[in-house]
């Protein structure tokens, strides 16, 4: 042990025989160092016990050791497992995270991003799945020259943000598969908002797998809300209609609960007289009746991913422009809201 009181991050490295910057890497969790380096400066942060310096850390280089987080609508059951990854991961690497409430209103969104850059945060992940349009989107690129920006969940494909998106046309792939190996041709979308470019991808989807299986008489979607006492209304008019679907996908779990209850409202049988598929893998999926047939989306991975290329660029000091990511797999889970078509 070294005969010094403070250990600094010089006597870890000089310890371990790597660089200050890998030193720097390892304790915070980064990659680009290999297993056997990464061991070995593990080692010797144990044996030197220690510890870094936030304070001295954070006066030096004037960061805040802080990342920005906003999303539409802190209350949705979606959004909670993401905030986790997230702010796991930051954790991890000793930063705070700040999470913002958008509120579906894109100026509210604009001032919480003034509000993060006088927070002097090293980083901001906004997750929508609405279709971003002027002028936040031009606000969204002039900070991105300034500092890291991830996006969650998003569709202005072109504009060169870097993303951590879920692979949409595999979870509608499986819907559609699962709904046409059951025997459904009726088969009716409830289709959120209509400014979201998430779920315009979704009715694309739909509408393709619909015309290539020769069901285009009976595409039928209609916008609404994500929430349950939004989709009930709308349900309870599909399920009027003299030909029902036999079939509904939501594009949200909220709207199938709701859809559920419409169903049982008007004296209709789930899955025997209408099934239900739907979209997130929310919990209150699981205790419904019957339980619902959905979409799986690994929203903590989420989280974690789009924390961890937030990291990688503060640590290259870039910004996070066109990485080339790869859309997350999704997986549906069959349970009781889905059944064979009368």
Known sequence: MLNKSVVTIKDVARHAGVAISTVSRVANNLNRVSEDTRKRVLNSLRELNYTPNLNAKTLKARKSLAI??????IASPFIPEVIRGVEERARESRYSTIICNGNWNHKTTL?????????NVEGIIYSTPLRIETPLIDRLKELREKIPLVLLSEDNLEDGFHRVNIDVEQGMAAIMDHLFSLGHERISMIAGPEDSGLNAMKIDNYKRFMENRGHSRHICYIHTGYSIKQSIPV???????????????????LAVVGGIKAAHEIGLHVPKDVSFVGWGGIDIGLYTEPAITTVL???????RNSMTILLECIENASVC??????DMDVVLEVRGSSGPAR
């Open 111 to 119: 001032y919480q991003l003034d509000m993060l850059m006088h927070r």
């Open 297 to 303: 989306i690994p929203r903590y991975q989420m989280g």
């Open 235 to 253: 349900v309870q008019r599909l399920l009027e209609t003299p030909k029902r679907p036999t079939a509904i996908i939501g594009a949200a779990d």
């Open 68 to 73: 920005g987080f906003i999303c539409e609508d």
């Open 321 to 326: 422009v066109d990485l080339n990511s790869k």
